[in-house]
């Protein structure tokens, strides 16, 4: 059996959006609480705010890691 290509776009392709900048981790902290603050708002039952909010988050948790890893802490 072969495997077939996924009928979706994933959020993330890691060859497609490697990161090509690394914020220092204080940099990468503070805009995570922002982003953090700001979509605590967002409305539960709006589709499209749920989107936003889903993939704001997932950069910055990505660039966080990144950053944690560039001081050697992960």
Do not use: C, F, W
């Amino acid at each position: 059996m072969s495997a077939r290509p996924p009928s979706y776009t994933a959020l993330y392709d890691p060859e497609k959006a490697a990161l090509g900048y690394v914020p220092p981790l204080d940099t990468a902290l503070a805009r995570a609480r922002e982003v953090l603050e700001e979509k605590a708002t967002a409305n539960i039952h709006d589709h499209d705010e749920m989107l936003r909010a889903a993939v704001s988050l997932e950069m910055l948790l990505r660039q966080l890691v990144a950053a944690l890893e560039a001081e050697g802490r992960a």
